[in-house]
């Protein structure tokens, strides 16, 4: 049996709801996965350190403040910067279909809008990280 997926998942900006991305840690936790919870207020430059640091498989992020494109653009420099653009990418929230492919163009792997069955999130994790 080898190592479990480690997976981060972190709340950036000033978003202070973080039941969605609880539920989503908990679920991978459950689903077998190795799960870092930063907390809500994150900055990019935590999360790329942390991510960094951990030495994760993937990184999550959970948005419902509508910030996600200029958040992601700032974390795609810094994860570049530190060779983690390499890493899977995923982010869930509140995310509108026509922002999907914006997010896609700047880096992110997967997109979950709020909603999403977790044994789709679990599923794509486990397909996408060898």
Excluded at 22 to 42: C, N, S
Excluded at 61 to 66: E, F, M, N, W, Y
Excluded at 93 to 105: F, K, Y
Excluded at 110 to 119: A, E, R, S
């Amino acid at each position: 049996m080898g190592r479990k997926i480690k997976v981060l998942i972190a709340k950036p900006g000033l978003d202070g709801h973080d039941v969605g991305a609880k539920v989503v840690v908990r679920a991978l936790a459950d689903a077998g996965f190795e799960v870092l919870y930063t907390g809500l207020h994150q900055t990019p430059e935590t999360i790329a350190a942390e991510a960094r640091d951990e030495d994760v498989d993937v990184i999550g992020l959970s948005i419902l403040s509508g910030s996600h494109i200029p958040l992601c653009r700032k974390l795609k420099e810094l994860l570049a910067g530190d060779g983690l653009d390499e890493k899977l990418w995923i982010v869930g929230g509140n995310i509108p279909a026509q922002d999907r492919e914006a997010l896609n163009e700047i880096g992110v792997d997967g997109v979950f809008p709020t909603g999403t069955d977790l044994d789709e999130i679990a599923n794509f994790i486990r397909e996408k990280v060898a």
